[in-house]
């Protein structure tokens, strides 16, 4: 009796989970789901890039856009969307975007000592379309940092560390400053 019992509880686990994955997998395919993941920091040495005295943003406000590649037209925005204690963040988009250029954008910052935007490098671009080969319903974006308005006194240890100055002197301003 133990082992019917047992025997049935096994093969309802295996149909289920075989039934999971079915809906899961068609699912996905037909209705074009994605969810755009990225994380936001605090970029502690105003260097436009993450190092290890970075530190998460929650609370910090992003959004996602697209726009047709062709005329610039919006294709689709996101609704605000508000970082983790973490500083992680998940949107969710429903549709295929191969023709439009769609963009994670930094909208808000909660933290006044850390909010300064550089025009250029706000934004983290994903391609949004199940045509392109990745498999699965996650996109990851690029993270996206506010400048904190004075660096911290450590930033010169962990940039030397990374052989930041070198490459400064050896590309020049342009590329650092
Ligand atoms: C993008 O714009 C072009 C030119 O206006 C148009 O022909 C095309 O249908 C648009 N594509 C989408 C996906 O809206």
Request: hydrophobic share 35%.
């Amino acid at each position: 009796m133990a082992k019917a019992c047992v025997i049935a509880l096994v093969s309802l686990a295996i149909y289920t989970s075989s039934s999971f994955n079915f809906a899961y997998a068609t699912g996905a395919a037909e209705s074009n789901k994605f969810k755009v993941v990225g994380h936001v920091y605090c970029d502690t040495c105003r260097v436009e890039f993450e190092t290890k005295i970075s530190q998460p943003i929650s609370g910090a406000v992003v959004k996602l856009e697209c726009r047709n590649r062709t005329d610039g037209a919006l294709t689709f925005q996101s609704p605000e969307i508000t970082t983790t204690q973490s500083g992680d963040y998940s949107i969710d988009v429903e549709g295929d975007f191969q023709d439009s250029d769609c963009d994670v954008t930094l909208v808000k910052s909660p933290r006044p000592d850390c909010s300064d935007l550089t025009e250029d490098w706000r934004k983290a671009r994903v391609v949004i379309t199940s045509l392109d080969g990745v498999s699965g319903d996650i996109r990851f974006a690029n993270s996206l940092g506010f400048k904190k308005k004075e660096a911290l006194p450590e930033c010169k240890k962990v940039l030397t560390e990374l052989g930041y100055y070198e490459l400064q002197d050896e590309l020049g301003q342009e590329v650092v400053s």
